[in-house]
């Protein structure tokens, strides 16, 4: 079981950014997934949330209304569209994986599967 995200990239603040998370050895539609970032010495910080059952996705405060979780289910890959970028949202993203509902989405240890992380710069 592999995730990877990818996408990640230097853009200029108000920019915009659309991370991909694909899957090897399992399909993503059957699985709860998160987004989450980190950046240097702070703890990893839950984005979004989008549960295997199609429910409505959930954001954190701090990028909700920005960001847009959507999944498509064919091509195996769950999407994270951020738009209007500031400088604070610099950090290395990931997206996990859990296949048991996760109630408390914002926790990284209710996922069991992470993949290598990409970097989203925003400067100018």
């Known amino acids: 079981v592999q995730l990877q995200a990818s996408g990640g990239g230097l853009v200029q603040p108000g920019g915009s950014l659309r991370l991909s998370c694909s899957a090897s050895g399992f399909t993503l539609s059957d699985y709860d997934i998160g987004w989450f970032r980190q950046v240097p010495g702070k703890e990893r910080e839950g984005v979004s949330y989008s549960s295997s059952d199609g429910g409505r996705p959930l954001y954190a405060d701090s990028v909700a209304g920005r960001f847009t979780t959507s999944r498509d289910n064919a091509k195996n890959i769950v999407y994270l569209q951020m738009n209007s970028l500031e400088p604070e949202d610099t950090a290395v993203y990931y997206c996990?994986?859990?296949?048991?509902?996760?109630?408390?989405?914002?926790?990284?240890?209710?996922?069991?599967?992470w993949g290598k992380g990409t970097q989203v710069t925003v400067s100018s």
């Open positions: 996990a994986a859990s296949r048991a509902r996760v109630v408390l989405w914002y926790r990284p240890r209710l996922y069991t599967a």
